[in-house]
């Protein structure tokens, strides 16, 4: 487990959330692992280069339309808003973001690395010296609670840029952004990034780069697994894979086993993955503008404004709480 500074409220999973969801996935009759798990130090920092890659598409429409679109987007948020950014990462976006918005009240970044986090906050106050920075490292797919001396003097907007809310069945992702809605209040807002549906080609070059940046994503759980968790594996004998199935709307990233092989963990529990056997590690959801608008609408949010770059490969949409 990292140990965290004292400025930064919350923790990490623990080891054994982690050890628990290792199982409960290699259990199922489809092997699989929580993306979350991607993010330590070394994950976040590949998922950083990855964003940097010609072939990821997402973080630089999404930028740019930022950019394009970046006052309209402020001034339909509107003054005086506390920012809670869920998976703040390096906070690339948020700085695009605060830079427009008048007075914003503070920035509460969540991360699940906290590692990564501080570092985040440490560039951002030098920065933004007068900007009020509370973070938070936690799991914000879990329930998320601000302290009550922000939640009671402002008004939350829930930032979630990237194309993050697809990881989640939209069963789930309702579910999410329900929870979301809840955190926002009747008066708060939602600015979420959502990817849309393409050409297949584009969408699984964007998730199997031609340099091996995402292959070394993918096996860097793995990695986590093995020195975190002790687990006895091989590595090398995985290989990465990303295919889009159209019929679920879904980009699939899985770590497939090049051989007959054993996974161990903690001495008591053991798995066996046959050649060509798969561990599913990420799914990807794409939507259709108006397929969003149907999961935001179960969640008690309406879709209030769109912003697209003119390929319509991604959108930004503000999400009013439905009273």
Same mark, same amino acid.
């Given at each position: 487990?990292?140990?965290?500074?004292?400025?930064?409220?919350?923790?990490?999973?623990?080891?054994?959330? %982690?050890?628990?969801?290792?199982?409960?996935? =290699?259990? !199922?009759?489809?092997?699989?692992?929580?993306?979350?798990? %991607?993010?330590? /130090?070394?994950?976040?920092?590949? %998922?950083?280069?990855?964003?940097? &890659?010609? +072939?990821?598409?997402? @973080?630089?429409? +999404?930028? $740019?339309?930022?950019?394009?679109?970046? !006052?309209?987007?402020?001034?339909?948020? $509107?003054?005086?808003?506390?920012?809670?950014?869920?998976?703040?990462?390096?906070?690339?976006?948020?700085?695009?973001?605060?830079?427009?918005?008048?007075?914003?009240? $503070?920035?509460?970044?969540?991360?699940?690395?906290?590692?990564?986090?501080?570092?985040?906050?440490?560039?951002?106050?030098?920065?933004?010296?007068? &900007?009020?920075?509370?973070?938070?490292?936690?799991?914000? @797919?879990?329930?998320?609670?601000?302290?009550?001396?922000?939640?009671e003097k402002h008004t939350p907007l829930v930032f979630f840029p990237g194309s993050?809310?697809?990881?989640?069945?939209?069963?789930?992702a309702v579910d999410f952004l329900r929870r979301t809605s809840e955190l926002a209040?009747?008066?708060?807002?939602?600015?979420?990034? #959502?990817?849309?549906?393409?050409?297949? #080609?584009?969408?699984?070059?964007?998730?199997?780069?031609?340099? $091996? #940046?995402?292959?070394?994503?993918?096996?860097?759980?793995?990695?986590?697994?093995?020195?975190?968790?002790?687990?006895?594996?091989?590595?090398?004998?995985?290989?990465?894979?990303?295919?889009?199935? /159209?019929?679920?709307?879904?980009?699939?990233?899985?770590?497939?086993?090049?051989?007959?092989?054993h996974v161990r963990l903690s001495n008591e529990h053991t798995f066996r993955i046959?050649?060509?056997?798969?561990?599913?590690?990420?799914?990807?959801?794409?939507?259709?503008?108006?397929? %969003?608008?149907?999961?935001?609408?179960?969640?008690? =949010?309406?879709?209030?404004?769109?912003?697209?770059?003119?390929?319509?490969?991604?959108? #930004?949409?503000? =999400?009013?709480?439905?009273?």
């Amino acid at each position: 487990m990292m140990r965290m500074a004292s400025s930064i409220a919350g923790s990490t999973p623990s080891t054994s959330d %982690f050890l628990r969801d290792v199982v409960t996935g =290699l259990q !199922q009759p489809q092997k699989e692992i929580p993306c979350k798990y %991607f993010y330590d /130090k070394r994950g976040s920092e590949l %998922f950083e280069q990855i964003c940097e &890659l010609t +072939e990821y598409y997402p @973080t630089r429409t +999404e930028i $740019g339309i930022m950019q394009i679109s970046g !006052q309209q987007i402020a001034d339909r948020i $509107g003054p005086g808003r506390l920012v809670v950014e869920y998976g703040s990462g390096s906070s690339l976006k948020t700085r695009i973001l605060l830079d427009q918005l008048k007075e914003p009240a $503070g920035y509460v970044p969540i991360d699940i690395s906290g590692e990564h986090l501080e570092e985040s906050v440490t560039t951002l106050r030098q920065e933004y010296p007068d &900007l009020k920075i509370h973070p938070i490292c936690a799991d914000y @797919t879990s329930p998320i609670e601000l302290p009550p001396e922000l939640n009671e003097k402002h008004t939350p907007l829930v930032f979630f840029p990237g194309s993050t809310i697809g990881n989640f069945t939209p069963d789930h992702a309702v579910d999410f952004l329900r929870r979301t809605s809840e955190l926002a209040g009747p008066k708060g807002g939602v600015l979420i990034g #959502v990817d849309l549906k393409k050409d297949t #080609v584009r969408l699984e070059r964007a998730y199997d780069d031609s340099q $091996g #940046v995402t292959a070394a994503f993918n096996r860097n759980v793995l990695h986590r697994m093995k020195r975190e968790l002790g687990a006895e594996l091989h590595t090398d004998g995985f290989e990465h894979r990303a295919t889009y199935d /159209k019929d679920l709307g879904r980009i699939e990233m899985h770590l497939v086993s090049l051989r007959d092989q054993h996974v161990r963990l903690s001495n008591e529990h053991t798995f066996r993955i046959e050649a060509g056997e798969t561990i599913r590690t990420e799914c990807s959801y794409k939507y259709s503008i108006e397929e %969003f608008e149907g999961v935001a609408r179960r969640a008690s =949010l309406a879709v209030e404004a769109v912003w697209t770059d003119p390929d319509d490969w991604f959108s #930004v949409l503000y =999400l009013g709480v439905i009273e």
